[in-house]
């Protein structure tokens, strides 16, 4: 296994890892807190929710497999040499965990918060669904020749898929509604944010190596990068350029309901003069 040739990238590789994570971690922060201060999901893609359990699901089996066991990294090696870093860093581990456990979380949202009549599409549950078949035939077909860097590829492969996939309906609701009422611009910031930080560490790693074997050898992880980076800019230009907020809707509402208020306590100090 090779080594770092200089220490100042392998720093900044650690430092854009890390912030990757950060970014990423606390992206999804945002859409809880919202969640939680509306008491509802209205507005959230449901069909995102499930298909993005589903990449980090299978992003988690990747990252974990490359990163602890002995048998898929020597596999890699025996493929690509003994020269080459396993394409996985510590921060990919903590990432995938952590955006599982998040996405569960959410998913508790919605089954206790006001949902309307939102519900998963038969479209998003038949993915998934063939998703984890395919992903089950795989474990077979690799068992008997313990092929097990083809099979945690495959589950790297699912993730990809799903990232691209995982992004559309949101991206329809909000040009169906003409509005990103309800999904947090936070997520979307810091998300780009760390498709920026992950693909930077890339990079420095094939800079130090003088090699690019990282991006072939996990081609998941390059792709997740770029992927997010583009679905990010649209959403950014649905935010603040197509469906923008208008501020004098929410003057109008709360003046309304400054309105409502003045009524309401008038006829209730009406009502307390009679009664005197």
């Known amino acids: 296994m090779a080594s770092w040739n200089s220490a100042a990238l392998q720093v900044t590789y650690q430092l854009l890892g890390w912030s990757a994570f950060v970014c990423w971690a606390v992206a999804i922060y945002p859409q809880v807190i919202l969640n939680l201060r509306r008491k509802s999901v209205v507005g959230l893609s449901f069909d995102f929710l499930l298909l993005n359990l589903t990449k980090q699901s299978s992003y988690l089996i990747y990252n974990a497999s490359m990163y602890f066991s002995s048998a898929v990294q020597k596999q890699y090696f025996d493929k690509y040499g003994y020269e080459e870093m396993i394409p996985v860093a510590a921060n990919d581990v903590g990432f995938s965990t952590h955006s599982v456990l998040l996405n569960a979380i959410i998913l508790f949202q919605v089954v206790i918060f006001d949902r309307g009549s939102q519900k998963v599409s038969k479209l998003a549950t ?36 799903m990232t691209v996939i995982k992004y559309i309906p949101q991206a329809f609701m909000n040009f ?101």
């Open 126 to 161: 038949g993915i998934v669904s063939v998703a984890w078949l395919t992903a089950a035939m795989c474990f077979f077909i690799a068992l008997p020749t313990h092929s097990w860097l083809w099979l945690v590829s495959t589950f790297n492969t699912i993730q990809v898929c």
């Open 176 to 276: 169906n509604k003409k509005s990103t009422d309800g999904f947090s611009i936070g997520y979307i910031l810091l998300d780009f944010s760390g498709g920026i930080a992950n693909c930077g560490q890339m990079v420095v790693q094939s800079l130090d190596q003088g090699s690019w074997n990282n991006f072939s050898g996990n081609i998941g992880k390059a792709m997740l990068s770029l992927l997010t980076i583009s679905f990010d800019i649209v959403f950014i230009c649905q935010h603040y350029l197509l469906y923008p907020v208008k501020k004098g809707c929410k003057s109008v509402a709360s003046s309304e309901d400054e309105i409502k208020e003045h009524l309401v306590r008038s006829s209730d100090d009406a009502a307390a003069e009679e009664n005197v």
